[in-house]
T-cell receptor, first 120, second 113 residues
């Protein structure tokens, strides 16, 4: 089974520039998550999709961040314009969110390798 | 809001030693708790998942325990090896309010050969 794919792996940009990240979840996984992990901290959820609908984007800075998941498969996360404090690793994860797994409490998320963003 | 704390932030042990990593959380109404491993430049790898009704899970040299009433979990690593060097993250998911993970800040483990 192929894992969660992300690209690019690394990106360096100057502040006020735009950047986009791409994620391809595990085939058949209905739920997709984007996390931001700042150095020395645990990942923080930015947005959660169920198929192509948004479930939770309460922690997404909507003035500069946007995300979409067309056709309920791949997803892109965009930052425009970038700030210095956006330097972080952006992690994508997916899960099946099957009814049985939820009932059993065994639903888990599978993470991609992440994209390391440096804003200069 | 769920707060997750991990102690210690960093740990260095000689090879072969047994060790314990600690995780505490503020809201005991959890759905499950999961321990992850993160290697530099890589994503998170799930190690153990404990359902809210369980008290512990074991996988090889790893054993994770859960005490919901006290808001604590421990990850026990037996006979540590240099390959165990990584950052270990604890994450909890609540019964309500969506199924996002609340992560701790992690424990950076170094096993010295």
């Amino acid at each position: 089974e192929a894992g969660v794919a992300q690209s690019p792996r690394y990106k360096i940009i100057e502040k006020r520039q735009s950047v986009a990240f791409w994620c391809n979840p595990i085939s058949g996984h209905a739920t997709l998550y984007w996390y931001q992990q700042i150095l020395g901290q645990g990942p923080k959820l930015l947005i959660q999709f169920q198929n192509n609908g948004v479930v939770d984007d309460s922690q997404l800075p909507k003035d500069r961040f946007s995300a979409e998941r067309l056709k309920g498969v791949d997803s892109t996360l965009k930052i425009q314009p970038a700030k210095l404090e956006d330097s972080a690793v952006y992690l994508c994860a997916s899960s099946t969110t099957s009814g049985r797994a939820i009932l059993q409490g065994t639903d888990t998320q599978y993470f991609g390798p992440g994209t390391r963003l440096t804003v200069l | 809001k769920q707060e997750v704390t991990q102690i210690p932030a960093a740990l260095s042990v000689p090879e072969g030693e047994n060790l314990v990593l600690n995780c505490s959380f503020t809201d005991s109404a959890i759905y499950n708790l999961q321990w992850f491993r993160q290697d530099p430049g890589k994503g998170l790898t799930s190690l153990l998942l404990i359902q809210s009704s369980q008290r512990e899970q074991t996988s090889g040299r790893l054993n994770a325990s859960l005490d919901k009433s006290s808001g604590r979990s421990t990850l026990y690593i037996a006979a540590s090896q240099p390959g165990d060097s990584a950052t270990y993250l604890c994450a909890v998911r609540l019964l309500v309010g969506g199924n996002q993970f609340y992560f701790g800040t992690g424990t950076s483990l170094t096993v010295i050969p």
